[in-house]
């Protein structure tokens, strides 16, 4: 029995066909016949990226706000960091 291999698709390569089957430019079999990919996978990715594009907007603030998290951490750390610093050269002279 001869083994079927299924291929990988980066997830760039998803957003592209999904937004080329949003534009609705090309039909889905024109679509699948110049990504080389079945027209139900095609609407699979764009059914996803539909359902899913709303997080895009709501993760980005959240990651601003983790960032801010996280840099406000580092400053903290810092700041230790060079307390200990200058406690160790006040001990070593």
Known sequence: MKKVSR???SAEFKAKVAIAAIKEQHTVAEL???YEVHP???QT???HFLEHSSQLFSEKQSGEKQSETNEALLYE???KLQMQNEWLK????
């Open 7 to 9: 291929k990988k698709f």
């Open 45 to 47: 990715w764009k059914k």
């Open 90 to 93: 006040k001990k070593l002279q």
């Open 77 to 79: 750390q810092i700041g």
């Open 32 to 34: 699948a016949v110049q």
């Open 40 to 42: 139900t996978q095609i």
